[in-house]
């Protein structure tokens, strides 16, 4: 049978196929999240996620460095605290862990951008990413703290601020703080569309954040809910957003592709702990080949509408994209 069209004719030569490939990684994709923690020639593995570590900032500032040598562009930190209380008070702190890693990235490593993850649930002693009132979380009363969390960092020079909490309204608050304050320029990259999902749990091993009692349904997001999605993102972009984010990445992937043909603003996934330690995982058991798993899901994730990816794979990604 004579076949007219030969879909394998393009698949013949890997010259061929690459001039015909249509999702292409480059290590500016690429957000390394980093955990800082106090103290001093600090280097502590997180055994759920082997590579990972959490670092003093005098440590942090060395990784920065390999990091802006392997090409990527961005790193996101995660702040642990010397102590934590009720109201998570250190994270507004111009002495706290992020603030200060800020202030030195800014200043021996000029070429990273930094961004900074604005939640509380590392800094409360109950884990929560808002305040507590009454045995729920407060809202509106942590909208206030969260944006003084989002001023401090923008005081230390951080280029970008990334509201995790999922509370309503709270990028709108830190647009409206940001900019009483002069810094009308700095970019909120919000965590718009965050779902209540499993695949935290190494990530709560990390920042020692794991809520003390409950859970955060009331307010991530229904794993089960793809249309609410939509409208989170909407309000979002109404109250200032810069860039829209989905996470997790990999189970959301429908998620992503939507809201990438919705809005118009840069989509960024996050491939979190849950996703990075499963191939981790399966790669250590001899189950799975690491490299080839995780270049196929950051390209999935790429192909399905992320302009940006939070990944730890981000070094690994990067040495092989050079
Ligand atoms: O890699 C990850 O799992 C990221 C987890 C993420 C960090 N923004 C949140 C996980 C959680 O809900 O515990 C932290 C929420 N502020």
């Known amino acids: 049978m004579e076949l007219v069209f030969r879909p394998r004719r393009l698949r ?41 570590c959490r670092l003093s900032v005098d440590q942090l500032l060395k990784e920065a460095r390999e990091i802006r040598d392997l ?5 996101l930190l995660f702040g642990l605290p010397l102590t934590k209380d009720d109201t998570g008070s250190e994270a507004a702190s111009p002495k706290g862990t992020v603030q200060r890693a800020v202030r030195r990235l800014k200043k021996e490593v000029p070429e990273l951008l930094v961004i900074t993850d604005v939640c509380l649930c590392a800094y ?37 601020v990334a509201p995790s ?63 609410e999605a939509l409208r989170e993102a909407a309000l979002d972009v109404e109250e200032g957003a810069d860039i829209l984010m989905v996470k997790p990445a990999m189970p959301y992937l429908d998620i992503i592709t939507q809201l990438a043909g919705e809005f118009d603003l840069p989509l960024a996934a996050y491939q979190v702990s849950g996703e990075y330690s499963m191939i981790k995982a399966a790669a250590q058991l001899g189950w799975l080949d690491e490299t080839a798993v995780m270049l196929e899901s950051l390209t999935a994730i790429k192909r399905a509408g992320a ?12 040495a092989l994209l050079k």
């Open 307 to 318: 302009d940006l990816i939070l990944t730890y794979f981000a070094k690994q990604a990067a």
């Open 124 to 160: 409360t002693s109950h884990g929560h990413c808002g305040l507590i009132h009454q045995g729920e979380v407060d809202n509106d009363a942590s909208l206030e703290a969260l944006a003084q969390v989002a001023l401090s960092h923008a005081e230390a020079g951080a280029d970008m």
């Open 165 to 227: 909490d999922m509370m309503d309204g709270r990028v709108g608050a830190i647009r409206e703080t940001l900019d009483e304050r002069g810094f009308e320029m700095v970019p909120i990259m919000s965590y718009a569309v965050k779902y209540a999902s499993s695949f935290y749990g190494p990530f709560r091993e990390a920042a020692e954040s794991a809520p003390a009692f409950g859970d955060r349904r009331a307010y991530q997001m229904d794993p089960a809910n793809a249309r």
């Open 12 to 52: 013949r030569h890997a010259t061929l196929r690459k001039m015909v490939r249509e999702t292409v990684l480059r290590r500016e994709d690429f957000i390394y999240p980093m955990f800082v923690a106090p103290g001093q020639g600090v280097r502590q593995p997180v055994d759920a996620m082997p590579g990972v």
């Open 71 to 75: 090409g990527l562009s961005a790193v």
